[in-house]
C-alpha cells in the first residue's frame, strides 16, 4: 500500500525558515517523481514543486522561486520542501504527491496524497 | 500562467441526480487536464487524467471530456458520498496550475 507521511509542519514567525519531510513507503521511490502541493485554510490547491526520480530536474511555482527547495533522498525513500523567508501567505497545509507517471517517466498528474502538514507563519 | 476557470463554484443537487462541473483554460490545453476530488478534512482523489481518463478504482459514475479549452466532468447519478469540492488540474506547462473548485452539495 502507498503511503506518504508528511512532517516537519510548525507555527513560524515571518522570514523564518522550516524544512518539511514526506516518507514514502508501498512503491518503489526511486522511479517516480514527487512534487509538493499547498492549500490555504478554507482555500483552493497551489502547485508548489516537483523533483524528477533521480534530483535531476526540479520546478517551481513563481510565488517560491528563489525561498523554496526541493530535495530527495531515495536512499531513506524521503521527500524534502526546504522553506526559506516565509511569508505569511505561505500558511497552508502542504501535501507531498506521487506522480502517475510510469516508472521513470512523468505525468504531473497526482495519484497519491499524504495527509498533510500545517505550516503556519505568524508573528 | 495558464487560467482555469470553473463553473458553477457552487452546486446543489439531489441524489440521482446528473451533475456537470465545467473548467475553462485561458489558453488551449490538448487534454493535459486531471479532476480531482476533495473530501472535508481529506486528502485530493484523483479522479480523472488526460481530461477522459478514469482512474483505477473511480466510480463508473464519473467520466471527463473536452479538449482545447473547455473540459468537464460529469457524475451521471449523483450518490451521497460525492460531496466533495471538485478542482481540475492542468499539466501542459508550468506552472502547474487549478482551478478555483466547485463545492458539491447534497439537497
Known amino acids: 500500500e502507498v503511503q506518504l507521511v508528511e512532517s516537519g509542519g510548525v507555527v513560524v514567525q515571518p522570514g523564518g525558515s522550516l524544512r518539511l519531510s514526506c516518507a514514502a513507503s508501498g512503491f518503489t521511490f526511486d522511479d517516480y517523481t514527487m512534487h509538493w502541493v499547498r492549500q490555504a485554510p478554507g482555500k483552493g490547491l497551489e502547485w508548489v514543486s516537483l523533483i524528477s526520480r533521480d534530483g535531476s530536474s526540479t520546478y517551481y511555482a513563481d510565488f517560491v522561486k528563489g525561498r523554496f527547495t526541493i530535495s530527495r533522498d531515495n536512499s531513506k525513500n524521503s521527500l524534502y520542501l526546504q522553506m526559506n523567508s516565509l511569508r505569511t501567505e505561505d500558511t497552508a497545509l502542504y501535501y507531498c504527491?506521487?506522480?502517475?507517471?510510469?516508472?521513470?517517466?512523468?505525468?504531473?498528474?497526482?495519484?497519491?496524497w499524504g495527509q498533510g502538514t500545517l505550516v503556519t507563519v505568524s508573528s | 500562467d495558464i487560467q482555469l476557470t470553473q463553473s458553477p463554484s457552487f452546486l446543489s443537487a439531489s441524489v440521482g441526480d446528473r451533475v456537470t462541473i465545467t473548467c475553462r483554460a485561458s489558453q488551449g490545453i490538448t487534454s493535459y487536464l486531471a479532476w480531482y476530488q476533495q473530501k472535508p478534512g481529506k486528502a485530493p482523489k484523483l479522479l480523472i487524467y488526460a481530461a477522459s481518463t478514469v482512474q483505477s478504482g473511480v466510480p463508473s459514475r464519473f467520466s471527463g471530456s473536452g479538449s482545447g479549452t473547455e473540459f468537464t466532468l460529469t457524475i451521471s447519478s449523483l450518490q451521497p458520498e460525492d460531496c466533495a469540492s471538485y478542482y481540475c488540474?492542468?499539466?501542459?506547462?508550468?506552472?502547474?496550475?487549478f482551478g478555483g473548485g466547485t463545492k458539491v452539495e447534497i439537497k
Open positions: 504527491a506521487k506522480d502517475n507517471g510510469s516508472p521513470g517517466s512523468w505525468e504531473d498528474y497526482f495519484d497519491y
Open positions: 488540474q492542468q499539466v501542459i506547462g508550468y506552472p502547474l496550475t
